[in-house]
């Protein structure tokens, strides 16, 4: 008779043990890999805010008397000075470019789950552990995201520090990015490099999160000419969310997956160790073998 991991009718003893165990230390693993992936995450949003704050008062900022194009710009020096300068001779894209660099200066790296072929961005190869890279366009942050550790948040959700905040992203066109920093505050640049870092309320109130209504969404669709734009992204609800976040998650996602394939194959062989045998009276310790203090417990409650 052939015995299967789980089965009841296991034997006391033989090679499925070895396999047991093995199973359960996975699940372990996977356990301790996953909280620590959610620490380091958490800690690097709360970074995010804090550097977003600190950069737009003040710090991060160049110097006046060195041959910088960044000296005395509020926060610049979030962003590379080479990407800098040839953004300002655009005179745009200020404002993913900033968020970027704040993000990378608060430690977001590449995750794992890109494997060793990495992410590919302006004919740069990204591996497992880079620094976060400097993307300029709103449009191309958006396509590379989730290679990237970020998810999207779900439509309507209010932000949270370290959110990044997509303008735009449900009419089908990132138009801006912020960070959020929480308490109704989020920190940005306009668009253009040297204006530096802002701070206000703007594209922070829960009223920017709003969606459309049903009937707004369908007129949006039906009128609009999409052929600019990825075209317009409608929630389950039928209705259009201008407004989006997203949130750098890291490795969570990979990590919750194999964590969840671990604890369902060790489930079975948990359960039954779990599970309470019936006494029988075969199984029961004669009173002449309970050592001496049970004796005198079970002798005086005869």
């Known amino acids: 008779m ?60 160049v110097d006046y008397g060195m041959n910088d194009g960044r ?36 430690g977001v790296t590449v995750p794992n ?19 976060m890279p400097i993307i300029p366009g709103n449009e191309q942050f958006d396509a590379v995201a989730p290679q990237l550790g970020f998810e999207l948040r779900a439509p309507g959700s209010l932000p949270e520090e370290g959110d990044v905040t997509r303008v735009g992203y449900g009419y089908g066109y990132t138009s801006h990015s912020t960070i959020q920093t929480g308490e109704g505050r989020n920190v940005y640049n306009p668009g253009t490099p040297s204006l530096g870092l802002k701070e206000s309320d703007h594209y922070a109130e829960p009223s920017e999160f709003e969606g459309l209504s049903v009937e707004e969404t369908e007129a949006f669709v039906n009128d609009s000419d999409f052929s600019l734009s990825g075209g317009p992204v409608v929630s389950e609800d ?4 201008p407004t989006r976040l997203m949130q750098y998650v890291g490795d969570l996602p990979a990590l919750r997956k194999k964590y969840r394939e671990a604890a369902q194959a060790a489930g079975p062989e948990k359960a039954i160790e779990l599970k309470a045998k019936p006494a029988t009276l075969g199984s029961m310790t004669p009173t002449a073998q309970l050592p001496t203090n049970m004796l005198k417990f079970f002798n005086r409650n005869k």
């Open 2 to 61: 052939a015995f299967k991991l789980g089965n009841p009718t296991d034997p006391p003893s033989g090679s499925n043990n070895a396999t047991a165990e093995e199973l359960r230390q996975k699940r372990m693993d996977a356990s301790k890999a996953l909280e620590a992936e959610r620490k380091r995450v958490t800690d690097i949003r709360l970074r995010i805010d804090q550097v977003a704050e600190s950069a737009a008062g003040g710090s991060y900022t």
């Open 71 to 106: 000296a005395g710009v509020k926060g610049a020096g979030v962003v590379p000075q080479k990407t800098f300068e040839w953004l300002q001779g655009m005179g745009g894209a200020g404002c993913s470019t900033y968020a970027c660099g704040i993000m990378r200066e608060a």
């Open 113 to 131: 789950s890109v494997g060793e072929e990495g992410v590919t961005i302006n004919d740069v190869t990204y591996k497992p552990g880079d620094k």
């Open 238 to 241: 039928k209705k259009l969310y």
